[in-house]
């Protein structure tokens, strides 16, 4: 009964190929992120969707393109992969009201060959 | 700009004792300060949090201190076990977009 999951946990993909992420969170949470964890393990905010509105976008290239189906909805579409984007990518929600306490999928690991 | 500076970057200790990691932020605008253990493949996991307007907050074996005028929040844990061994990061929260300014983790080594 996992709270936020996203599918695939691996994706191995050759350069230039589009790639998806997907990610669904149970926990009635309006707010959605997408954290970009690379080879040094540094965690870095990439998007992030308020009731499926857009409120953060980061300095991302604009091959990275975040979709919200509804608000337990956020996927990641990826054109034209490159080297550089190998990395593990998490979701995370949180509430909308106080606290924003961010919980995380368990990540999708992608590495572009 | 917003930026957690995290120290150390590596830290072991022998099981049974304790282990402090530090962060210092730049936005004077944040208002929450998370913590998370990561252990190896897994997810971040939240340990603990503090707000801003709360000097020190525990939770048995962890607690974590914040200094706002200096910027400054730590995480204490007491009584080490191998299990602890994992990247643990900090983070700071200032705006009500929950965006999480991360440090750069730490990754500690508690030895049996």
């Known amino acids: 009964d996992t709270a936020v999951s996203q599918t695939p946990k691996y994706l191995v993909t050759q350069m230039g190929n589009d790639k998806s992420i997907k990610c669904e969170q149970n926990l009635g949470h309006d707010t959605m992120y997408w954290y970009k964890q690379d080879s040094k393990k540094f965690l870095k905010i990439m998007f992030s969707y308020n009731n499926k509105e857009l409120i953060i976008n980061e300095t991302v290239p604009n091959r990275f393109s975040p979709k919200s189906p509804d608000k337990a909805h956020l996927n990641l579409h990826i054109n034209s992969l490159e080297l550089g984007d190998s990395a593990v990518y998490f979701c995370a929600s949180s509430q909308n009201e106080g606290i924003k306490k961010a919980f995380f999928g368990q990540g999708t690991r992608l590495t572009v060959v | 700009g917003e930026n957690v500076e995290q120290h150390p970057s590596t830290l072991s200790v022998q099981e049974g004792d304790s282990a402090v990691i530090k962060c210092t932020y730049s936005d004077s605008a944040s208002n929450y300060f998370p913590w998370y253990k990561q252990e190896l493949g897994k997810r971040p996991q939240l340990i603990i949090d503090?707000?801003?307007?709360?000097g020190e907050k525990k939770d048995q074996r962890i607690a974590v201190t914040l200094n706002k005028t200096a910027k400054h929040f730590s995480l204490h844990i007491t009584e080490t076990q191998p299990e602890d061994s994992a990247v643990y990061f900090c983070a700071a929260s200032g705006s009500n977009t929950g965006k999480l300014i991360f440090g750069q983790g730490t990754t500690l080594q508690v030895k049996p």
């Open positions: 503090i707000r801003s307007n709360v």
